[in-house]
């Protein structure tokens, strides 16, 4: 059986309570699973606990790029800007099918954040230090070359373009990649436990956790001799059990996208946009709808569970509707919703989009080593830089091999390049024909999985229903327990297959379809049927409608 079967679970929850682990690694978000793909290929024996679904926390909630936030130029952020632009290409050589090339158009007007002069030096600099080169540098474009890349544009005030080269991807599929492949290096990941306290031996040193399965409700001893917390948002929950919360801590920033159905904002290509309070915003063309964000403002509720305000919902609206001013987008238009925390190292002083997006080690006095901060982006080189911390501590006693993620591929790494991206797509699409399926879907399948489509395939000639939207999600709902531990619904509707936010009106034709799969294959009671069937109903109304905040009265 595959180590990531949902039907695995009670194997991996023994095998956890009877090793000690030289690592455990505290997150299943890109960090997380980044640091066990990196400490597993290097040789270390890695645990990797995640209290919720790999990716539910911030890294399904991002903007979902592979950038080099050209923004971060104006804070002069040089170092985290060269970094991060040198990784994109890595990151997209690594999983071309998933990081895809996205070309960027940023419309230059009238009174806007960037002027024609600076946006050329701007964007000459940011690839200078990203050493991009060939088709991908940088143009500027007049206005009229600008309004033909999209002529949804408002004509008024516009000056021109620049054009540049970025990547698009999805990031809970990024980090599900990288669970997988650290899974094939020996790790041993497990979603749906949570680390809810700390073991330490007699000199106070960490060495071990005690978790809680939230699945089965009972305790597992995990022993390990380094424990690395990537826990985002919760970072600081931990140092606190830790008794180490102190010094630099976390700030916490909101950040709102908004989906609505391709039609209602039928942008040719990906622009990043102006509003007038001086901040960017993003609109992103994706298959059958477009995305838009974000919002950036402090955050104090529940990390649990992150509302989407009407507020912000409007404020993306209107900045929307003033870029491209005939398409007058209503809040009824929004089909579906996001929000994430920016887990933010705090500096006194500054805004949250003001402040640092560095990522930051801490270490305290009983060897926990937590870090925090950073950018999906740049998760592998910061997978790195922590893991040396690991490999300082054991110099001594274990020589671990250098850090080489850089080669190695994630999602079997069967494809090695856009121009074979494109070949596997043009090659699936003839042979999706035959079941009915179309561009869109196969444009999905290939971006979503890769060549592990093959497996997908395989289980849709073997669906009994006629229709073929619902072969297609049973055949995938198929790979996914039985490759990517999907152990509830909202795992293959949100984080797997991303129907949660990019395609919400397939799922309730399709969710009984789904439940009774999922009972029949992992043998759930009627009462868990009726829960996961409700769960995905509040999720539903969750992500299309929207708080209105309470006002303070005086
Ligand atoms: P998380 O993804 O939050 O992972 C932490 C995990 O730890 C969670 O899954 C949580 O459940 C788990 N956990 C917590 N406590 C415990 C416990 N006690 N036991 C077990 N597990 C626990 N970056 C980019 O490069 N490009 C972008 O386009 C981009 N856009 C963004 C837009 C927004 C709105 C936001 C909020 C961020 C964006 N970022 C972007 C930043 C990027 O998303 C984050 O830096 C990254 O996802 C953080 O990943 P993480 O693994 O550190 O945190």
Not at 44 to 72: M, Q, W
Not at 458 to 478: F, G, K, M, R, T
Request: with cysteine; glycine share 8%.
């Amino acid at each position: 059986m595959n180590p990531l079967s949902s039907k695995n679970r009670p194997a991996l929850i023994d095998g956890l309570r009877q090793q000690t682990f030289d690592l455990i690694v505290i997150g299943g978000g890109i960090t997380g699973a980044g640091v066990a793909l990196d400490a597993a290929s290097r040789g270390l024996n890695v645990a990797l606990v995640e209290k919720d679904d790999f990716g539910a926390g911030t890294s399904s909630k991002s903007t979902k790029l592979i950038h080099g936030g050209l923004r971060y130029l104006k804070q002069f952020e040089i170092k985290l800007v060269k970094e991060v632009g040198r990784e994109r290409a890595i990151v997209h050589r690594l999983a071309p099918h998933l990081v895809v090339p996205e070309k960027m158009l940023l419309p230059l007007v009238k009174g806007g954040t960037y002027g024609p002069l600076a946006t050329r030096a701007g964007l000459w600099v940011y690839d200078v230090l990203a050493g991009v080169t060939g088709a991908d540098k940088r143009q500027m474009l007049n206005r009229e070359e600008t309004l033909k890349k999209e002529p949804l544009l408002s004509p008024e005030g516009l000056l021109g373009g620049g054009y540049y080269a970025e990547y698009r991807t999805d990031d809970a599929r990024l980090t599900i990649e990288n669970i997988k492949t650290a899974t094939d290096y020996g790790a041993s990941c497990i979603n749906y436990v949570q680390a809810e306290d700390f073991i330490y031996n007699d000199e106070g040193k960490v060495s071990g956790l005690i978790c809680r399965d939230r699945l089965g409700e009972q305790e597992i001893q995990i022993k390990s001799h380094h424990v690395i917390s990537a826990a985002g948002p919760w970072v600081d929950t931990l140092r606190k059990k830790d008794k180490s919360l102190s010094g630099k801590h976390l700030f916490l920033s909101k950040g709102v996208h908004i989906v609505v159905p391709h039609e209602k904002l039928p942008l040719r290509q990906s622009i990043y946009f102006d509003n007038d309070d001086g901040r960017m915003i993003f609109a992103i063309p994706r298959n059958r709808a477009t995305y838009i964000g974000t919002t950036d403002t402090p955050y104090e509720g529940d990390l649990n569970k992150i509302p989407i305000d009407l507020e912000d919902v409007q404020y993306l609206l209107r900045a929307t509707n003033q870029m491209f001013p005939d398409i007058n987008l209503e809040v009824e238009d929004v089909e579906s919703s996001w929000a994430g925390l920016r887990p933010l190292i705090h500096e006194e002083g500054k805004s949250a989009s003001e402040m640092s997006r560095k990522d930051e080690i801490f270490e305290s006095d009983s060897g926990l080593v937590s870090i925090a901060g950073g950018k999906l982006t740049g998760y592998r080189k910061m997978a790195e830089r922590v893991v040396d911390v690991i490999a300082d501590k054991l110099a001594e006693t274990k020589k671990l091999k250098k850090n080489h993620t850089r080669k190695i591929p994630l999602a079997e790494g069967k494809l090695k390049n856009q121009k074979e991206v494109e070949a596997y797509k043009q090659q699936l699409h003839q042979r999706l024909g035959s079941y009915g399926l179309d561009k869109n879907d196969t444009d999905y399948l290939t971006a979503n999985y890769g060549t592990q489509a093959e497996q997908i395939l395989d289980h849709l000639s073997v669906q009994d229903s006629n229709d073929p939207e619902q072969q297609l999600i049973l055949a995938e709902l198929e790979y996914t327990m039985e490759y990517e531990m999907v152990n509830t619904a909202l795992d293959f509707f949100n984080r797997r297959s991303g129907r949660l936010y990019f395609n919400l009106p397939s799922i309730m034709p399709n969710l009984d379809a789904v439940l009774n799969r999922m009972g029949e294959k992992l043998a759930w009671e009627e009462e868990r049927i009726q829960q996961e069937e409700k769960s995905v109903k509040e999720a539903i109304s969750w992500v299309s409608e929207f708080t209105v905040k309470e006002k303070a009265t005086s």
